[in-house]
């Protein structure tokens, strides 16, 4: 090209044109045998037909260079994980510089293995026994669920749930970027932190392990942990750790950090919340921090994060650190319930005066009081570590008591938030803490 006296010669490039009809598993289809890399043409592949990749194949490029990503799938509402993309046993890939955006879902099955490396997924990443890997900022809007068998390995798993969408919008996100079922093993050094969210809503925790799951963490291998924070107001700070009725063990080393609360009206992240057992080698627990007193209209109403909140159980063989998280109602430090890893059946056994800042452990009550807790008939206020020694009994909470009394599991397989008002009367909501129990006691003629 010349221009006056200034003349310019263009690099070459190579031209080429594709049909935009072939799946993912056509392409693949029509890879030569033996196939080990592949430079993924064309960079957008909007159907999978539920691709499996070739044990053969190690690495497929979006591109070579960092900020420029081939994609698989579409981002469009209501099209969530309609098609798979499967890594067989036997295969171990890896996905450079790519988005696999939400209308697939990634499927590891036992025997394989999947990195990304500075890419994304957009939706679920099933792991049915396989091990998952991620590196180099790579990012997840969706869920990593492992099931029963499946293995971390040098993850770094950072969740933009709540901030970085592929035009499917209107997908909730989920409680924790990654979810156990089942015994999992965590190798090597890895890291999750759930995402923030700006105000009104809770943030994430950054794993949950579901009840009867079994976390491992090996000696020499490590989880840092970190619960999403809320920027401004109005939601609670995530867990580093929720524990749903399950556990984490083994000789390597968990930092759980709750996530904090930046204007009020919230509670900090507990940095192991929920109920279930700890018993790694190394336990750093943090809460997250709400604001000081002075600046929340009741400092009362809202607590910081307690280091462990007062339903996890950690062995008296773990080396424990634990710090509440600061604010106008600090986080408890302390450990509440401790056990023996050692003795045959023991049970974590609770310092009743330390989960319930207002029972005497010397009072006539307080047997009444360890055996309802105990049996998780009654819990007490937890936003204020109170159980509410002198307080009236309203009927919701009574009828909350009968149900657990009556089906312990009934509530733990309840989901609160959807549940709908089922009798007639007027004072009854949907969606709270007592729907459930309320619906239970008069349809069985209890209340």
């Known amino acids: ?81 309609t098609e798979t993309l499967t890594i ?46 991620a590196k180099n900022s790579s990012s997840f809007v969706g869920q990593i669920v492992l099931n029963d068998g499946s293995t971390l390995k040098d993850a770094t798993i950072v969740s933009h749930a709540n901030f970085l969408s592929d035009g499917n919008y209107q997908v909730k996100a989920p409680e924790a970027p990654v979810v156990v079922n089942g ?35 090996p000696a020499g291998s490590s989880l840092v942990a970190k619960g999403g924070s809320v920027d401004t107001t109005g939601g609670n700070g995530g867990a580093g750790v929720k524990l749903d009725g399950g556990s984490i063990v083994g000789g390597g080393s968990l930092t759980a950090t709750g996530g904090s609360v930046g204007l009020g009206l919230g509670n900090g992240g507990a940095g192991i919340g929920g109920q279930g057992k700890v018993g790694v080698a190394t336990v750093v627990a943090t809460g997250g921090n709400i604001p000081a007193a002075g600046s929340i209209d009741d400092p009362s109403k809202y607590k910081a994060g307690d280091g462990v909140a007062a339903d996890v159980a950690v062995s008296q063989k773990s ?33 009743i005066e330390k989960r319930f800042r207002d029972v005497d452990p010397n009072a006539w009550y307080a047997p ?11 819990r007490g206020y937890s936003e204020v570590s109170l159980f509410g020694v002198g307080a009236s009994l309203t009927r919701s909470e009574l009828a909350m008591v009968l149900w657990r009394y009556s089906d312990p599991a ?38």
Request: hydrophobic letters at 35%; one cysteine or more.
């Open 88 to 133: 067989p046993a036997g295969a171990d890939v890896t996905l450079h510089n790519m988005k696999v955006l939400s209308s697939v879902k990634i499927v590891v099955e036992k025997g394989a293995k999947l990195t990304l490396d500075d890419s994304v997924a957009y939706g679920t990443v099933e792991v049915n026994g396989g091990t998952v890997s």
């Open 183 to 217: 015994n999992v093993t965590l190798e090597g050094a890895n890291s999750i932190t759930g995402c923030n969210i700006t105000s009104g809503s809770d943030a994430q925790s950054a794993l949950v392990v579901g009840k009867g799951a079994t976390v491992t963490i």
């Open 368 to 378: 009444g009081v360890k055996k309802v807790a105990d049996a998780g008939l009654m």
């Open 1 to 81: 090209m010349t221009s006056g006296a200034r003349t310019e010669q263009s690099n070459a490039v190579e031209m080429r044109i594709y049909d935009n009809d072939k799946t993912l598993a056509e392409r693949i289809a029509d890879l030569p045998e033996g196939t080990t890399s592949w430079d993924m043409e064309p960079y957008t592949i909007a159907e999978t037909g539920n691709a499996t990749v070739p044990t053969t194949l190690t690495d497929i490029y979006g591109s070579h260079e960092s900020g420029t990503y081939g994609t698989i799938g579409k981002g469009e509402n209501g099209n969530f994980g």
């Open 410 to 447: 009934a509530e733990g397989s309840y989901d609160a938030s959807a549940a709908k008002n089922e009798t007639s009367l007027p004072d009854v909501r949907d969606g709270v803490w007592y729907t459930g129990a309320v619906n239970w006691a008069v349809a069985n003629g209890v209340m």
């Open 319 to 351: 080396d424990i650190t634990v710090a509440g998280g600061q604010g106008a109602t600090p986080g408890s430090s302390e450990v509440a319930k401790t056990y023996d890893p050692d003795a045959e059946g023991s049970d974590p056994a609770p310092s």
